[in-house]
C-alpha cells in the first residue's frame, strides 16, 4: 500500500505499524545542521554548526541556556527549538520558586519528553520537528540527554545529531574511553574536532560553530568566539605540525624504493624523467 495513504495525520497508524508524520519529523532532525555534546564527570560541552541561508542573512542560534546548570542544542526546525527551550526555561523557573533548589536534569527531560510525546497522539498538533541535546550538571553529576521528536529521550557520554552527524559519531566512538575522565580542555578540543568531521573538507572556523559549556563552580555559557578561534588555532598548529613528519617519512620511503627504479632504467636506456615520475606523485 502506498505511504501516502497513512501520514495525513498523525493518529492513523500504517499497516506496518508505523506513524509517519513521527518519521518525517525525525527526519527533519537529520537534515539539520550538526550539533554536538560530550560530557565528562565535571563538565558539558555542546557545539554546533551555524548554517546561514545565504551569504547575506545572519545564522539561526543553535544553543540555548536555560539554567545556570542546565542547557541546550538544537537541530531541525529552529522555531520549535526555541518554544521548547522557553518551555524548559519556565519549568526550572517555576521549580526554583517553589522548592528553592535547581530543578534535576532528568525530571526536566521527562517533562519534554512528555510534552513531545503529547503531538504524536493528537491529530489537531503536529510533532516538534526539532531533537535536543540537553547538558546539565546536578547532585548527581554531569549528564547529557538526546530528546527525540517521538517523545523517546536517551543519556549518553557524547553524542551527535544533524546533517553528516555520522562522521563525528566516528569519531566520538574511537574517543569514547577518555571523555569521562577528560579535562575541560580535552573535551572542549573533542567537541571542536568532532564538529569539523562534519564539514566534509570546509575549514572550521570560530564564524561557522558555536561552543557553550557547564560544569562545576562554572554556569552554563556560550564561549566567544575570540576564545574559541584561539582554539582551533591551536588545534590545527598541533595538526600540522604533526604533518610534515609523516610527509618526510613516506618522502623518504619513496625516495628508496624509487632509486632502485632510477638505476634501473639508466642500465636499460630509458629516459631519466619516467624514473622521476613517482616522485611527484
Partial sequence: MFRNQYDT???????????????????AVKQGSAAIGLRSKTHVV??????????LSSHQKKIFKVDDHIGVAISG???????????MRSECINYSYTYESPLPVGRLVVQLADKAQVCTQRSWKRPYGVG??????????????????????FEYQAFAIGSRSQAAKTYLERRFDNFKDSSRDNLIKDALIATRETLQGEKLTSSICTVAILGVGEP??????????KLIDEFEIVKEDDVPAADQDVAAEQGDSAAPEQAAGTDQGSAPDQGVAPMDI
Avoid at 10 to 27: K, N
Avoid at 132 to 153: I, K, M, T
Fill in 132 to 153: 535536543l541535546l540537553v547538558g546539565g550538571l546536578d547532585e548527581s553529576g554531569a549528564h547529557l540527554y538526546y530528546n527525540c521528536p517521538s517523545g523517546n529521550y
Fill in 77 to 87: 526546525l529552529t522555531a520549535d527549538g526555541r518554544v521548547l527551550s522557553r518551555y
Fill in 220 to 229: 552554563f555559557h556560550i564561549l566567544d568566539r575570540e576564545t574559541v578561534q
Fill in 46 to 55: 555542546l557545539a554546533c554548526v551555524n548554517k546561514a541561508n545565504s551569504e
Fill in 9 to 27: 495525520d498523525v493518529t492513523t497508524w500504517s499497516p506496518a505499524g508505523r506513524l509517519f508524520q513521527v518519521e518525517y519529523a525525525m527526519e
